[in-house]
């Protein structure tokens, strides 16, 4: 007999004689129906076809044998006998078709018969079988036997179980003795069965010329599913329903035999086949199809099998599928500690033990062993043990220790250790416990925020491992920075805020010694994470002040102490230039403390005077900081004396912002009644001013400022004018109005002083209760309030206005001048101010004169401009800021759906735009003083 | 300045659901949103999540006036970026001279800020003026008005800007009134941020009677504290009538109490009440002015009508 030469003749030679066999056997003829059985069975001897081929094939036969054998089934034995058959089909010629038909009629007669008859022919077939040694062929007539079998092998069970329950309860046990040797033989079966397929499935490996090898890996994979189907089988007898594994008895049964012959024979083969894929497939087949909980029972062998394997062999894919399965489990059963206790029991040995003897072994029995696989392995472990174990750190703690280590003994440099940064963020982050399971366990921001401050807090391995990535910044930064977040997350986002508590000083040294590596971080593309160390060292202050009934921070002094470590940890030693970004944070704490302090000083009246020195300390601290900064500045300087552009700004910045800093560290002072400290505090101000503000844009708006400041203080003058000639506040707002006097440009120095103007007009502050409209109030009498000095400011601005060489300035500037005037006019008795109605008019008349002289210009300009061109400046419209500057208002033609911005105007206006400037705006003021005149009559005396 | 009758602040307080800033975009208007001394992170961490879920809608604010002290944060800046391309900054005390306003690029991955610094670095004015419907809006942080937060020196500003509102901060005060047919509108401190003025120390007088004179075509006025500020001064004046009533008693207890039993407000330390801005719905002539702010962990909205004044005799030239 010859099998067909094409796949689509063979596959219809096997149809044509599945039907012939069909039609005989319909008439019984039972031999000749075997005659064409045989006949389609010499297809599956062609060696040429591809396992998906020879799969297609073997479907189309196994199909046909599954009638065959319903035939044999029926009619036996009233028109043949089983036996004899069996005898009768070792007779045909090839083996192929031989063992097929043997098979199908060994299958046939184990339905009626049992115990050891059934057995050997079990035995018969399996050893006949061994005659096949072509792979392919091999392990289809293997899974051939083993898809014939399988309702024997599995119905033994069946059958015997309801026997149990049907007998009396005295022949349990002889029976359960009977059954446990059935099923041992069963798997006895499937095992040998197994072993030879995948000796087979190996081999395949192995044959043919060596170029093709790529092509058998892909066949192997192709039929990997032939022998995973022999554990699934094996899966099947051992595993336990519901109901039984309650029972316990067989549970206990089930598991001897798996554990004592079942998965020490399957380990070993994957041990000593040495092959890769085998190796991978198996390992993870036995992961998948046995019981959870048998794992957790047999999770020693399990492991140190991985120890073994081919080194080629990716271990952690392994170890990640088995972990994978068991946190399932565990997830399953419900997290409760009791259900852990049980299983601990019943497993006789501690999970997280047996992990970590696994890593000390393979650190051990493999130098070869990377870096990478560690790290996935112990992210791994730590995901099983946070999962396994609620709260137990100490293993956390062990496994970075472990990491660690490792890595100091593997000594790498910093571009070996490239490839290892996306893990190192995975597993430093614990991004693994943060996706997946969120919603299944319920885990919420709080308890974040609360798992990394434990991390921190109880396994100082993990900060240990984050300062030895020093070589790799960006990832340490980088891991860093994602865990602060974590933190300003749950800070703003959350209600729960007390999940996490800074509990001592011990616990801020492990926090900040986690932080470090951010604080000192330069980069010098910028952007450093600078920002997130500032909103840390709020989290830090808010936290220690919401829980301060229940922590070591219990008062204000405690409270000082985190803040003053927390500052020394930013400034590291006098050279961290990032004190820049973070002091003012700090500062912004000292202030709050401050105001703390006050409070308690007005609650606990005894103690007074220990607020007092208290509140003087903190601004001594804060003085501290912003000659910290200041020398930090200065320092700078020095260093790069051919300083660029760039830099150059940053210290105009700097300066500025410290001498800020400094007004309002007086202001604060003042509000509290220390006018020493506050006289100190502007007193430094003027320092800085003088030393180092040299910017003459930032002097004129620091002035402006300072003037602001000033205006509103209450602590430096005394009650009574007369005694305190030489006040505090007379020095300092003369010392302010010769700085603004000086300034460099002409109208910085008119707009300074008259707003100098204000500092000898103290005016109400609302939220402290002042209302100046209260008659003959307390409150009002005690303004620092000169007249003849305010006129002097505005005259000296008025001289200053006149003498500027451009008439548009000069003009713009006596406007704004009449419009200080109509305020202290508005605000106070002209006998108070000096401001009289005459005075205002004095000055109306100067600024209409002036006018008069501006527009003649502007005639002149006229007469060359073309009318057309007129026409389009005509809708133009200028304004001048707060700093002189020229802004061109937005056309008024623009539609309402758009929004436009007024520009700032850099080239030279035409002199017509110019002269519109004042003009426009000496007639706003005109309708002011004409709609004030209903309201109060003093406005009729000025005469517009 | 008139304050709406003190029953009234009831009235005028209508609940709005987050859900009607999407209900603007339909309308032929624009919102232009006014915030202001973030101080992030010197003085604060960021602004509460709320306001964000409520700012974080794409497309449909038009403009964003950024009124001082909000620009030391990057990640701050970039917020607003998303949220509005079309942003007015002007200088507070503490903003840097010169700053690099982060654009978002389309090629860009979500919210980066380019590193380089002198990428669009722009000097920061002290003033802006910006033109929306029949308005003119000027922007001012307020830091060089003297006095600060004097109503009559910031109409002289307004006068000089000739606007028709003036947006300005600095106090973390949440304010609006009209004055001289002009609308004054301080949004306040955005992240509710430590205050560094006089702290609110007393119940305020009623602000009717300050500055009378200068009540002329008040069209609606309204002041707005905040509930904080109120609960806070009623709290320091029970407690002060409690300390001046019983005076030895209490200084006998007071030898008993030791420091940490004493509960802190939070507005003692930060000196300032919380977290508000304002949204400016303008149509023509209209604007509705909507008051956020945030208490206890919810926001409340307040609304207020301000019309302009368009009236001929207003406009007469000067002769």
């Known amino acids: 007999m010859v099998y067909a030469d094409t796949f689509d003749h063979a596959r219809s030679n096997i149809k044509q004689n599945s039907i012939l066999m069909k039609r005989q056997l319909d008439k019984f003829q039972l031999m000749e129906a075997l005659k064409f059985t045989s006949n389609m069975l010499q297809e599956l001897r062609n060696p040429h076809w591809s396992p998906k081929q020879y799969y297609e094939l073997y479907i189309l036969i196994f199909d046909s044998l599954t009638i065959l054998s319903e035939y044999l089934i029926e009619n036996h034995p009233k028109r043949h006998h089983l036996a004899d058959l069996y005898e009768l089909v070792q007779y045909a010629g090839n083996v192929i078709p031989r063992l097929y038909l043997m098979i199908t009629v060994g299958t046939c007669y184990l339905h009626f018969e049992t115990g050891t008859t059934r057995q050997e022919i079990l035995k018969d077939m399996i050893e006949m079988a061994r005659g096949v040694q072509n792979p392919i062929r091999g392990l289809f007539i293997r899974y051939f036997i083993s898809q014939r079998t399988k309702e024997f092998l599995i119905e033994d069970e069946t059958l015997t179980k309801k026997q149990n329950n049907n007998e009396e309860d005295v022949n ?662 000096r401001v009289t109605a005459n005075y205002i008019n004095g000055l109306i008349e100067l600024i209409k004169t002036n006018l008069k002289s501006l527009s003649l210009e502007e005639i002149n300009d006229l007469t060359i401009t073309e009318p057309n061109e007129q026409k389009e400046i005509l809708s133009n419209e200028y304004v001048t800021g707060l700093d002189g500057t020229y802004w061109k208002l937005p056309s008024k033609e623009s539609s309402p759906a758009i929004i436009s911005i007024a520009q700032l105007v850099k080239s030279k206006l035409s002199i017509r735009d110019m002269i519109s400037i004042p003009t426009d705006h000496f007639n706003r003021t005109c309708d002011y003083i004409l709609t004030q005149r209903s309201l109060d009559a003093r406005f009729q005396n000025i005469v517009v | 300045m008139e304050r709406l009758s003190a029953r009234g602040e009831e009235d005028y307080q209508i609940k709005i659901k987050p859900k009607r800033l999407k209900e603007f975009k339909y309308r032929r208007n624009m919102l232009l949103v006014a915030l202001g001394d973030a101080y992030i992170p010197n003085r604060a961490i960021d602004i509460p999540l709320k306001f964000k879920k409520l700012l974080s809608i794409p497309d449909k604010i038009s403009h964003i006036a950024l009124l001082g002290n909000s620009t030391q944060s990057n990640e701050f800046l970039s917020f607003l970026s998303e949220i509005s391309p079309n942003i007015s900054i002007v200088r507070g005390e503490f903003d840097n001279p010169k700053i690099s306003i982060p654009k978002v690029k389309a090629t860009d991955t979500k919210g980066e800020v380019s590193n380089n610094p002198d990428e669009n670095k722009e000097e920061l004015p002290l003033t802006s003026i910006i033109k929306v419907g029949d308005f003119r809006i000027g922007c001012c942080s307020g830091y060089t008005v003297v006095p600060k937060n004097d109503p009559v020196s910031l109409l002289i500003l307004a006068r000089q800007l000739n606007v028709d509102i003036l947006l300005w901060s600095g106090t973390h005060n949440v304010e609006a009134y009209t004055l001289e047919g002009k609308f004054f509108v301080n949004p306040g401190s955005c992240t509710g941020a430590f205050n560094s003025d006089w702290p609110i120390m007393d119940d305020l007088p009623l602000p009717q009677e300050q500055s009378q004179q200068n009540n002329s075509s008040t069209t609606s006025a309204v002041e707005t504290d905040t509930k904080e500020d109120e609960v806070v001064s009623q709290d320091n004046s029970t407690e002060k009538t409690a300390v001046e009533e019983p005076k030895q008693e209490k200084q006998e207890e007071e030898q008993e109490i030791n420091e940490e039993d004493i509960d802190i407000p939070d507005s003692v330390a930060t000196g300032s009440n919380t977290p508000s801005f304002c949204l400016l719905d303008i149509q023509n002539s209209t604007c509705t002015l909507y008051i956020y702010i945030y208490v206890d962990g919810d926001v409340r909205v307040d609304k207020v009508v301000y019309k302009k004044n368009d009236s001929p005799e207003d406009n007469q030239p000067y002769n």
């Open chain 1, 172 to 833: 349990v046990i002889s029976t359960n003795e009977r059954d446990l040797e059935t099923i041992k033989f069963n798997c006895q079966f499937i095992l040998n069965n197994f072993i030879e397929m995948n000796k087979l499935w190996v081999r395949l490996q192995y044959q043919g010329p060596l170029k093709e090898r790529d092509q058998r890996t892909k066949e192997r994979k192709e039929l990997q599913i032939l022998i995973g189907s022999q554990l699934v089988r094996l899966s099947q007898i051992i595993e336990d329903d519901e109901d039984v594994s309650e029972i316990g008895q067989n549970d206990n049964k089930y598991f001897q035999i798996y554990s004592q012959e079942i998965l020490p024979a399957l380990l070993e083969q994957i041990i000593q086949c040495k092959d890769t894929i085998c190796q991978e497939y198996l390992f993870d087949i036995i992961c998948q199809v046995f019981p959870d909980h048998y794992h957790f029972k047999t999770l020693d062998q399990l492991l140190n099998t991985t120890i073994y394997l081919n080194p080629k062999v990716h271990i952690n894919k392994l170890i990640i599928t088995l972990i994978h399965r068991l946190t399932d489990y565990v997830n399953r059963q419900g997290l409760t500690t009791k259900d852990k206790d049980n299983n601990d029991d019943n497993g006789g040995n501690d999970i997280f033990e047996t992990f970590w003897k696994y890593i000390n072994d393979i650190k051990k029995e493999r130098h070869d062993f990377p870096l990478d696989q560690f790290i996935l392995l112990i992210q791994d472990i730590i995901h099983l043990s946070l999962s396994w174990y609620n709260q137990r750190f100490d293993h956390v703690e062990s496994l970075f220790q472990f990491l660690f280590e490792t890595f100091k003994e593997q000594k790498l440099n910093s571009t070996e250790m490239e490839y290892l940064d996306p893990l190192l963020l995975q597993l430093l982050t614990f991004a693994h416990e943060n996706d997946g399971n969120d919603i299944e366990t319920n885990k919420t921001i709080e308890h974040y925020a609360n798992f990394y401050y434990q991390v921190i807090i109880k396994c100082p391995s993990f900060t240990k491992v984050i300062l030895a990535l020093n070589t790799r910044k960006a990832i340490q930064i980088k891991i860093i920075t994602t865990i602060v977040n974590k933190f300003i997350i749950h800070e703003l986002f959350t209600e729960e805020k007390e999940y996490w508590i800074l509990n001592s000083k011990v616990e801020l040294e492990k926090l900040l010694e986690f932080l470090q590596p951010l604080i000192n971080y330069q980069n010098p593309n910028g952007g450093n994470g600078q920002e997130s160390v500032a909103k840390m060292c709020h989290i830090i202050y808010n936290n220690m002040v919401r829980n301060k009934k229940i922590t070591s921070f219990k008062t204000i002094e405690n409270q000082l102490e985190v803040v003053l470590s927390l500052k020394n940890r930013l400034n590291n030693n006098n050279g961290n230039p990032n004190t820049i970004i973070t002091y003012p944070t700090i500062i912004t704490i000292f202030w709050k403390l401050i105001r703390t302090a006050n409070y308690l000083k007005s609650k606990l009246t005894k103690r007074q005077d220990y607020y007092h020195n208290l509140i003087k300390q903190i601004f001594k601290y804060v003085s501290r900081c912003n000659s910290d900064l200041f020398d930090f500045v200065n320092l700078n300087n020095v260093d790069n004396e051919a300083s660029d552009v760039v830099d150059m700004d940053t210290n105009i910045k700097m300066t500025d912002f410290i001498f800020k800093l400094n007004l309002t560290n007086a202001s604060l002072a003042d509000q509290l009644g220390y006018n020493e400290i506050a006289y100190d505090f502007f007193s430094q101000a003027f320092t800085v001013f003088e030393e180092s503000l040299s910017d003459s844009k930032t002097q004129f708006q620091a002035l402006n400022y300072m003037t602001q400041c000033l205006q509103k203080t209450r602590s430096l003058y005394g009650e009574n004018e007369e005694e305190n000639k030489d006040n505090y506040y007379d020095s300092l707002i003369v010392r302010c109005t010769l700085h603004g006097s000086k300034l460099l440009k002409k109208q910085d120095q008119c707009r300074s002083v008259y707003l100098c103007s204000h500092l000898w007009w103290a005016t109400e502050i609302n939220s402290i209760g002042e209302d100046e409209e209260v008659e003959d109030g307390d409150s009002t009498q005690h303004f620092y309030r000169n007249g003849r000095r305010l006129l002097e400011c505005l005259q000296r601005s008025l001289r200053t206005a006149d003498s500027i060489m451009d008439n548009v300035q000069s003009c713009e500037l006596m406007v704004e001048l009449l419009n200080r005037c109509l305020y202290y006019f508005a605000r106070g008795e002209e006998y108070e101010t």
